[in-house]
């Protein structure tokens, strides 16, 4: 039996894919994003043990409720505990809900591969373009994160995109182009969402005596998302 270490839920979630949605974010990140709005989620065996039976029981009373959405197991960085999220998933189409990953990519695929052939969609957080930057930004290379959009492409597993647009950072227009550029070939793509940085998460991050990088970082204005929406054919 295997056991998933959960964060927290929300039971009507609006923004993590199709429809209305009960999210599961899993506790645990290899990933450190300068900013990350829950710092909390980083360290995996803590908050909530369960197995998936548990976990399917607790949604269930939400069925008809999320029955034009589903489910989304998000973080943290869910796949960190790839075998949990295969079985949740296979307990979630034995009782016909659809299901999504919200992943950074960023496990390899050698563990990660059978949870996302399971799933229904893949919610895929591109974080940096450049790999240096990417490392500057995360502590992590996108290495993984481009091959699992890649193997998405090669099952033909249907994918949205996310990605923050952080000023100083990635709400560059160079790198924005080139990002888009690069979208253009996949047909698995169904959806790409440009992200404003925010800092609602923020105080978390005093909260757990951490130094957050990012202070002296407005979010960007409403011109500023408009002209990368754009550079993507966003409206």
Known sequence: MTY??????????????P??????????CPLQCLYCHNPDTWIQNTK??????????????YKNFISNGGVTISGGE?????????EFILSCKRNDIHTAIDTSGIIPLDISKKAIEFADLILLDIKEIDEE???????KSNKNTFATLEYCEQINKPVWIRHVLLPQYTLKEDKLKRLAEYLKGFSCIKKIELLPYHVM??????????PYALED???PTDKEVADAKAIFGLT
Not at 78 to 86: G, H, I, S, V
């Open 201 to 210: 998460g923020k105080y978390k991050w005093k909260e757990l005596c951490m």
């Open 133 to 139: 930057d990417c490392i500057k930004l995360t502590g």
């Open 217 to 219: 970082i407005d979010p």
């Open 4 to 17: 998933g270490y959960i964060h927290s839920y929300e039971s009507f979630g609006a923004l993590d894919g």
């Open 19 to 28: 429809g209305i949605r009960f999210v599961v974010f899993l506790s645990g």
């Open 78 to 86: 869910p796949l960190l505990q790839a075998d949990f999220c295969e």
């Open 48 to 61: 909530i043990k369960t197995t998936a039976d548990e976990l399917i029981a607790k949604v269930l009373p």
